[in-house]
């Protein structure tokens, strides 16, 4: 079949599209940025990209429309906290109008669970109204109604993990008694490819879960006893939803915006109404320890596939990379290191320019990369603890820490970096290294184009560190060697 997949650089989506391949499918990628979306020369004519923003109508005599199915993966959660019910119905209305002219037979949508509309949050409210606009095209829907996904660099298991792992002791708000079914993300996948084409789940939608309804605080109990630790938990009678998001915010890396909304879906109970469908499609369930015990095992092989975190939805919603990647000069201030090294010295640069951030940190003075990220995390950014997907891999699109990758081209070179922390203006880091004779540069160019006075303020206050920092952090580029395994 031939599968129209919308959502293909988001957590699911990034999933799904190698086990569609898998399948023998052939997939039409949509994505706001190609620029994002790197296509591996094993998909080579099995994979092509449409570049598409439904929040305006497509231009139909450009778009593809010989499809069998589509995937609508599109959600705003976590980059807005009171607009984004607008959005996704405007998304969903573009979707249907495009769908209605190609040959598409099914619209498959991974939604939220929503068994109790009286009480649903704005979040899971949108998510209804969104299925019930798809419903209403004239292409059959099938609605898979999820909770809580569990996996490797899903939102929900990385939010549980930095809450068990920082805190032995939580005093917690009462909603961590509310009851929810999570769901493992390979069972998740496994239900989206197990109804596509099967005419008996048109029109219809179904709860997926893992079969066992958990509290908030069961979950990370559990998660605790999978990972050997000892915590404890005690719930506090009243706790503002604003004190439960500031709360959620921060400790863990979640950003604000993601915060409230997870907050406001989680003061109601959100257990899966039952059906046949797992046992109808040979779908063996994944227990929630186990779903746990499963991502650590990817995370150990360093291969994760897809993070929240590598979604523009996870921080600023900034547009295309390609609004960002020239870097401009007019009115900009710069910082400019280089250094020589030899030709054999390239390949370890590259390994150590390709590592930075995450757990092996900024290279000179962690400290104060730290203390900034706590700064940032106070005036409502993102701070550092977003990390990275992959301790030695990075590409275009993806977080890191508090910066967006912008490029990331190994065989030049050259990695660039836009910040995405709080700042009275904008500012790139780009790393490059030039084969020059003998030897070769390594350059390291700090740009910031400040907005106002206050911007400039900021540059010189500043100054003074990146004298000593920048420049202990391109010594160690060049020397840093990680230890023999």
């Not at 950003?255 to 109601?268: E, R, T, W």
């Not at 870097?327 to 090294?341: A, E, M, N, Q």
Request: proline content about 4%.
């Amino acid at each position: 079949m031939k599968i129209l997949l919308t959502g293909a650089t988001g957590y699911i989506g990034k999933r799904l599209l190698p086990v569609l391949l898998e399948q023998g499918h052939e997939v039409i990628a949509c994505v706001r940025d190609r620029s994002r979306f790197d296509v591996k020369p094993s998909w080579n004519g099995k994979v092509t990209v449409f570049e598409v923003d439904f929040l305006t109508p497509p231009i139909l005599e450009n778009a593809p429309v010989d499809f069998d199915a589509a995937y609508y993966l599109i959600h705003s959660m976590a980059g807005s906290i009171g607009d984004f019910e607008e959005r996704e119905a405007e998304s969903a209305r573009n979707f249907n109008a495009y769908l209605e002219q190609s040959k598409a037979k099914q619209v498959i949508y991974l939604t939220g669970v929503v068994n109790e509309e009286s009480k649903l949050s704005k979040h899971l409210e949108s998510r209804l109204q969104v299925e019930k606009i798809l419903a209403g095209s004239s292409i059959p829907l099938t609605a898979l109604r999820a909770g809580i996904v569990i996996g490797s660099g899903s939102a929900s298991f990385e939010i549980i993990r930095d809450l068990v792992e920082k805190l032995p002791l939580m005093i917690a708000p009462k909603w961590l008694n509310s009851e929810c079914q999570p769901i493992a993300v390979s069972n998740v996948l496994e239900f989206l490819t197990g109804v596509l084409g099967k005419a008996e789940y048109f029109n219809r939608s179904f709860d997926i879960g893992c079969g066992e309804a958990l509290s908030y605080r069961e979950m990370l109990l559990g998660f605790a006893e999978v990972r050997g630790l000892k915590r404890y938990i005690f719930t506090l009678p009243v706790m503002t939803p604003r004190l439960s998001s500031y709360w959620l915010y921060f400790i863990t890396s979640t950003s604000y915006k993601l915060a409230v909304n997870l907050v406001n879906s989680m003061k109601v109970d959100l257990v899966c109404a039952e059906n046949n469908l797992a046992s109808d499609l040979g779908i063996k369930l994944v227990p929630y320890k186990e779903s746990v015990r499963k991502a650590f095992s990817i995370i150990a092989q360093n291969a994760v596939i897809s993070s929240w975190k590598d979604s523009y939805r996870s921080s600023l919603d900034s547009g295309s990379l390609k609004d960002y990647v020239e870097i401009p000069s007019h009115g900009c201030l710069t910082d400019i290191k280089t250094r020589v090294i030899s030709k054999e010295e390239i390949e370890p640069v590259l390994e150590n320019i390709w590592s930075i951030g995450g757990r092996r940190g900024w290279y000179y003075a962690n400290f104060l990369w730290k203390l900034r990220g706590y700064l940032d995390k106070a005036f409502g950014g993102i701070g550092l603890r977003r990390g990275r997907t992959s301790p030695d891999r990075l590409f275009a699109g993806d977080a890191l820490d508090f910066w967006r990758v912008l490029l990331a081209d190994r065989e030049s070179g050259r990695l660039l970096l836009f910040a995405e922390m709080k700042l009275p203006g904008e500012a790139w880091l780009e790393f490059r290294v030039e084969k020059k004779d003998e030897n070769a540069v390594i350059y390291q160019i700090a740009t910031f184009r400040p907005k106002g006075i206050w911007g400039r303020i900021y540059w010189f206050s500043v100054l003074p560190f990146h004298i000593f920092v920048f420049n202990g952090m391109i010594n160690n580029i060049v020397r840093y060697r990680p230890p023999a395994a």
